[in-house]
């Protein structure tokens, strides 16, 4: 019941009609308790239209409520808990797309590259040319270039589950017997204070290792990363360019600009 006494929940013939603050209320409460969901999901759990739910989310994003990603939404009570690999995929798709194919291109024949688990790095693999090496921690870049010839290198260790990366100390050994020519690599936030961060540190020491071992470091990053703090410290920005599907002339990055190269995809 609301504060006048009257349901929020009005039933006309046999369909259940939800009002517009109590449907934003519940769908905010499922993302905050799921983390992520979907539109299908969440037309199905209130009974709306996804047209309806595409509104509410809108809504609510402008309200600084929640984030939206493509087909759907998250919670932001917590930067710091991280997603599984296939929610994260789902996120962004078109610009994560656009990202991998313009870090691809910077790839030279002959290079010896690091692709990290980031799922807008595992992207690039599509593009790549052949006549390169890869070494990475990521169980499904791994079988990508496998599948198309691209020889591969893993640094072993243990496969943290969520993400599908090898981490941990036999990771960190595995590195140090590479050099790379460029390294591609993936982050959760990216800030112009606290610089590059991850919400996992065993995942944080293989980006730190590697971008020390790299001599040029890009960070691919979709603009839900800018501003954006997680647990553990990985870089200063100036230690990697960023690439992004921000304007380049945009307010929220001219501050990175000040500090680090960004390119910026057209989509």
Known sequence: MNKKGHSSIMVIGEVIWVLTPSRRHL???????????????????????????????????????????????????????ETSLGARRVRNVEQKKAIAEFAANLVEPG????????????????????????????????EQCVDIGIPTYSIGGRIKTLTSAFVGKGALDGLAHYHFDKCFMGMNGIDTTYGFTTPDPDEGLIKQKVMSLSDVCYVLADQSKFDQVTFSSVNPLNKAVIITNNRKNSKKLLKYQQITRIEAVEI
Not at 116 to 142: C, K, P, W, Y
């Open 27 to 81: 769908i905010l409460s499922l993302i905050n308790e799921k983390n992520l969901v979907s539109i299908r999901e969440l037309a199905e759990w209130t009974q709306c239209s996804e047209a309806t739910i595409r509104r509410d989310l809108s809504y609510l994003e402008k309200e600084n409520k929640l984030k939206r990603f493509h087909g759907g939404a998250q919670s932001i009570l917590s930067p710091n808990v």
């Open 111 to 142: 290079d010896c590259i690091f692709l990290d688990a980031g799922t807008t790095v595992v992207n690039m693999v599509e593009f790549l040319r052949h006549n390169i090496i890869v070494v990475t921690n990521g169980l499904s870049i791994i």
